[in-house]
């Protein structure tokens, strides 16, 4: 039984592989193809991600300790979305404005 587990874990983990690598050459093909670029994105509000994680290390089980700077972490998320989506709104604008 132990040989037979064996031999069909190996046999998963090679299709699994197989099928990985396949799937990821076809999504670098339509890229390809399609012009499209991708998208890369910045790590935003990590100063506060931290001291957030550090506050819920330090007070285990005392989540109410933590929600002044939980709030604040949110708050900044909230703003680094919307300006990127100003920023996106402008990119696409100024994309439209140099096609017409």
């Known amino acids: ?22 799937i990821r ?4 093909q339509h ?7 991708p998208r890369y ?5 990590t100063d506060i991600q931290g001291q957030v994680f ?3 290390r330090d007070n285990p089980g005392q989540t109410l300790a ?3 700077l939980a709030k604040q972490y949110m708050t900044c ?4 979305k919307q300006g990127n989506e100003k920023r996106h709104l402008s990119d696409s604008l100024g ?3 140099n096609t017409c």
């Open 54 to 56: 550090q506050c819920y």
């Open 66 to 68: 933590c929600s002044s």
């Open 1 to 22: 039984n132990l040989d037979n587990y064996k031999q069909t874990s190996e046999q998963y983990a090679q299709a699994a592989t197989k099928a990985e690598s396949h």
């Open 31 to 37: 890229i390809l193809s399609e012009g499209v670029q």
């Open 25 to 28: 050459s076809h999504a670098v």
């Open 95 to 97: 994309h439209i404005e």
């Open 77 to 80: 998320i909230q703003q680094a």
């Open 41 to 45: 994105t910045a790590a935003v509000c």
